[in-house]
């Protein structure tokens, strides 16, 4: 059984639409967060959910937006997509102690 | 804020070499610091934590990192690097009861046989 699944794995899209990528846990964490990692491996923060409620909204912009309608599920949405938001996004849960539970990634690229 | 530098983007050490992976951190507070391992096209997967409990920390596939608060570090070792270990290594740190996790930028290591 797969801990943190995220669907697509890919996306390849063009300059300008809209895309969105799901998240689920079966681990029972109440907090999942969405990264992104650049072509140079750095890991940056996105969002945090904390049972559904936003806890951590980093510098991100208004085109991104994260939804949780559950403490199981947080996905995340890009309108308007551009060439900088091409990069891999994880999906994240975590234990009380701050142990992070990823995802395999979903690679966006866009053309 | 809390931070942490991985100095050095690579290293590249022969099968059977100490691999020592450097991390410093900052932080106004007492950390929680982890290690994170990347293989290919997968996503990170913890190696080992530390809590303010034991200094010496063990994780799995052999790795330990120690805690030392007056050089503000936590280096990775593993006495004997095998090919399977070749993967992106990451350091991070989070302040106690915050559930921000930040992370370094990473260090490839490359198992030479």
């Known amino acids: 059984d797969t801990a943190v699944s995220q669907t697509p794995k890919y996306l390849v899209t063009q300059m300008g639409n809209d895309k969105s990528i799901k998240c689920e846990q079966n681990?029972?964490?109440?907090?999942m967060y969405w990264y992104k990692q650049d072509s140079k491996k750095f890991l940056k923060i996105m969002f945090s959910y904390n049972n559904k409620e936003l806890i951590i909204n980093e510098t991100v912009p208004n085109r991104f937006s994260p939804k949780s309608p559950d403490k199981a599920h947080l996905n995340l949405h890009i309108n308007s997509l551009e060439l900088g938001d091409s990069a891999v996004y994880f999906c994240?849960?975590?234990?009380?102690?701050?142990?992070?539970?990823f995802g395999e990634g979903s690679r966006l690229t866009v053309l | 804020a809390q931070s942490v530098t991985q100095l050095g983007s690579h290293v590249s050490v022969s099968e059977g070499a100490l691999v020592l992976l450097r991390c410093n951190y900052s932080?106004?507070?007492?950390?929680?610091l982890f290690w994170y391992v990347q293989y290919p096209n997968q996503g990170l997967q913890l190696l080992l934590k530390y809590t303010s409990a034991a200094t010496l920390v063990k994780g799995i596939n052999g790795f330990e990192a120690e805690f030392k608060k007056s050089e503000t570090s936590f280096h990775l070792t593993k006495p004997s690097a095998h090919m399977s270990d070749a993967a992106e290594y990451f350091c991070a740190v989070k302040r106690g009861g915050s559930e921000k996790l930040v992370f370094g930028k990473g260090m490839k290591l490359t198992v030479n046989p």
């Open positions: 681990l029972g964490h109440d907090t």
């Open positions: 994240a849960s975590s234990t009380n102690t701050g142990e992070l539970f």
């Open positions: 932080s106004s507070v007492p950390p929680y």
